[in-house]
């Protein structure tokens, strides 16, 4: 099947969000919670919870759907699972093109900005990338295997590439 490259970004950027969230969901509380030994600032609850929000607020800024959760505190990993598995949907929705959804002209930000729609697809991906590796950082300081999540693995992932002989 051919699909357009935006959409795929929007694959790829929901299909790390998951290897995050399983190797999150693996992790002790005392993990979770620990304070980074770099240059990261939060934990990775603190960070997962941050990018979470985010994405579903990036996700309401051009729809002008409030999102379904609102949080003060990290709320439990299923409910970020879930938050990222719906601005996720949305977001692949607006990729493809499905209905129209991505807007003709300037949205505006909540601090009162008037920015074109792919700004703000573009900053969606780019933040959940960056913190995706800071807590793939902290995973590593903890001992742990880091996540493989860039577009080779992603590609092998969904048999977009052929190794060659």
Known sequence: MNRCVLSRLFEHNNWANNLVMDACSKLSDAQLDAQPQSA????????????????????????????????????????????????????????????????????????????EPWVIMLQAVNHATKHREQINSMLTALGLTPLDMDGWSFAETTDAITPGA
């Open 40 to 115: 990261t600032k939060g934990s990775i609850r603190e960070t997962l919870s941050h990018f979470v929000r985010a994405q579903q607020n990036y996700l309401r800024d051009i729809t002008r759907v409030e999102p379904p959760f609102t949080w003060e505190t990290p709320p439990a990993l299923e409910k970020m699972r879930e938050s990222l598995t719906l601005s996720g949907q949305g977001f692949l929705e607006i990729a493809s093109d499905e209905a129209g959804r991505l807007p003709k002209s300037r949205v505006q930000t909540r601090d009162g900005s008037q920015v």
